[in-house]
């Protein structure tokens, strides 16, 4: 009898370590890895229904970045965004302009080399024949942001953005276009304001946020206008000293000249 019962024990032992039959049903109505129903994560879904990016985890209100585009501006400055809800995220940014705009610089030599002629304005005439000089001036940005897809880690995003700065100026020319001879420093205030579409995402850790942009933009320059030297005939740069009249337009005036700008750039930024 011991001998049977040990036979029997041996037999069941495989029998027992033998998978269950699987149902073609589980496979069927088990939920895809990171759909709605699935416990581990979410999908989300575009306004056409299509499934879009994985939506994020991160649950942090607050960011604080640097825009390494806006060296090639000549601005330097860090910035802290605040998530209010899923789809809206306001900011500002704070730092200084320490030289000119190097893309508005290419953008005005483009300017140049057509046939408009910069003594039709004695702000663009002057604004054309000066240069930045050493000194740093605050910079102030405040900015809004829209997201599409109610996601601000992981989303597209409508945003408008206003920038205030100034640039330290000297006015001069190769004729010495001032009337006491000298090239006198000037402070330049540019506003701007802009309209973006970007997108962000997060890093493999999560903590690192990426920001990439372009939009348009419209840029109001304004600062003092001084005595100037204009060619009598004004289709010709003057020959000489004495082929000059000046503008009616005293030191104490000011003018201002307004114009559109192309926008990108990328932004990296740390939530907490």
């Known amino acids: 009898m011991r001998y049977i019962l040990l036979l029997l024990v041996l037999v069941s032992i495989p029998v027992m370590a033998q998978d269950l039959p699987t149902n073609s049903l589980d496979d069927i109505y088990t939920p895809l890895k990171g759909s709605v129903l699935d416990g581990s994560g979410k999908a989300k879904s575009s306004s056409s229904g299509s499934s879009s990016r994985t939506a994020s985890t991160n649950t942090a209100k607050n960011m604080i970045g640097f825009n390494p585009s806006l060296l090639f501006r000549g601005i330097a400055c860090f910035s802290y965004d605040r998530v209010l809800n899923d789809h809206f995220v306001v900011g500002a940014a704070i730092g200084f302009s320490f030289r000119g705009d190097l893309i508005a610089l290419l953008t005005q030599k483009i300017r140049e080399s057509s046939d408009y002629s910069p003594y039709s304005h004695p702000a663009v005439f002057q604004h054309q024949f000066s240069y930045t000089t050493s000194g740093i001036n605050p910079f102030l940005q405040l900015q809004g942001k829209f997201f599409l897809d109610a996601d601000p880690y992981e989303g597209n995003y409508l945003a408008l953005n206003y920038?205030?700065?100034?640039?330290?100026?000297?006015?001069?020319?190769?004729?010495?276009?001032t009337f006491d001879g000298i090239s006198p420093q000037y402070k330049m205030t540019v506003n701007s304001i802009s309209f973006l579409y970007g997108s962000q995402w997060e890093s493999s850790s999560g903590n690192v946020i990426h920001d990439l942009y372009i939009g348009l933009g419209y840029k109001t320059n304004s600062f003092p206008i001084y005595p100037i030297k204009k060619a009598k005939n004004s289709s010709s740069e003057p020959d000489s000293i004495d082929d000059v009249e000046s503008f009616s337009t005293s030191s104490s005036g000011r003018g201002s000249f307004s114009?559109?700008?192309f926008l990108f750039g990328y932004s990296f930024s740390f939530s907490f």
């Open 163 to 177: 920038r205030l700065f100034s640039n330290n100026m000297i006015y001069g020319g190769e004729f010495n276009q």
């Open 259 to 261: 114009n559109f700008m």
